[in-house]
């Protein structure tokens, strides 16, 4: 079977438990506690019978091997992650719980940017101010902190910087408060770009696709969330890059994977200025 018919078989799949999750929630409360009892006790034994296979498998040096390769495997690895079997790696993890603070931060004008994670350290910078909002910047750093130890319990520290700016001035660098020849890059050129086309800024300092879709550029890390391997070779129709290793697709407008909610692409700060592409790296 093609991988496209997989996908698109995947995705019906995943559509059947949506429309009836859907239509669960249109029944009376009594019914609906019952058709989630049902679901629960459902995956309660799924989960039960899949760790024992994967303990069985994993026992076995041939089929260590199969679980391996089979993890590859776009539903298999949406099934492991579902019932816990997998997690998704530790920068995906990092990211996804400073999503859920991101709200908050934003609220009182800051934003906070993960640099990277090294040797178990987070490494996350702080933009924006917040004086004047009524909440500090030590409050600020805790709950990062908190945030990160809480989801993502394997970190062991955190480094936080703080934005080196003359404060006050919202929660991004404006492009022209910056020297163009330092953090900034001019990748491509605009007109030169054709739509739907990924391409690569390969440098020491970066790694990232940058793509052209309707009308729109976005930049991203070249590295799929699903096995860190580079997605320039993708397919995009539309705003959907589709990654050439084991077909998981990407939202081009946002980096969210359609195929394993809760991944995403990381995103690489992109300006249009003066007809060119700018990026700036974060390895
Ligand atoms: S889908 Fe597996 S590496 Fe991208």
């Not at 629960?40 to 069985?56: G, K, M, N």
């Amino acid at each position: 079977m093609q991988i496209e018919d997989r996908l698109d078989e995947f995705e019906s799949l995943a559509r059947q438990v949506d429309d009836a999750l859907s239509a669960v929630q249109k029944l009376d409360q009594t019914a609906q506690e019952a058709a989630m009892k049902l679901k629960e006790s459902l995956e309660a034994f799924e989960r039960y019978a899949l760790i024992r296979l994967v303990r069985r498998m994993r026992d076995d040096p041939a089929g260590k091997n199969i679980l391996l390769d089979a993890v590859g495997d776009p539903a298999i690895y949406a099934l492991f992650l579902v019932h816990g079997i997998v997690k998704s790696d530790i920068r995906t993890r990092v990211f996804q719980a400073l999503e859920q603070v991101r709200p908050y931060i934003n609220s009182h004008g800051g934003d906070v940017e993960l640099i990277r994670v090294e040797n178990h350290t987070v490494f996350v910078k702080l933009h924006g101010s917040c004086s004047g909002c009524g909440m500090s910047s030590q409050t600020l750093h805790n709950l990062v902190e908190k945030t990160i130890q809480e989801h993502v319990p394997e970190i062991e520290a955190i480094e936080v910087e703080d934005e080196e700016s003359s404060g006050g001035q919202g929660a991004f660098i404006p492009l022209s408060a910056i020297n163009l020849g330092g953090d900034w890059i001019q990748a491509l050129e605009y007109a030169e770009m054709v739509n739907g086309v990924p391409y690569r800024i390969h440098r020491d300092d970066i790694d990232a696709i940058i793509v052209r879709f309707n009308e729109q550029v976005s930049a991203y890390v070249n590295r799929c969330a699903h096995m860190q391997m580079p997605v320039d070779k993708g397919l995009v129709e539309g705003h959907i890059l589709t990654c050439p290793w084991h077909g998981y697709q990407y939202d081009l407008k946002t980096g969210e994977c359609r195929t394993v909610p809760g991944l995403r692409l990381d995103p690489v700060p992109v300006r249009l200025e003066g007809g060119s592409v700018w990026v700036r790296p974060r390895l």
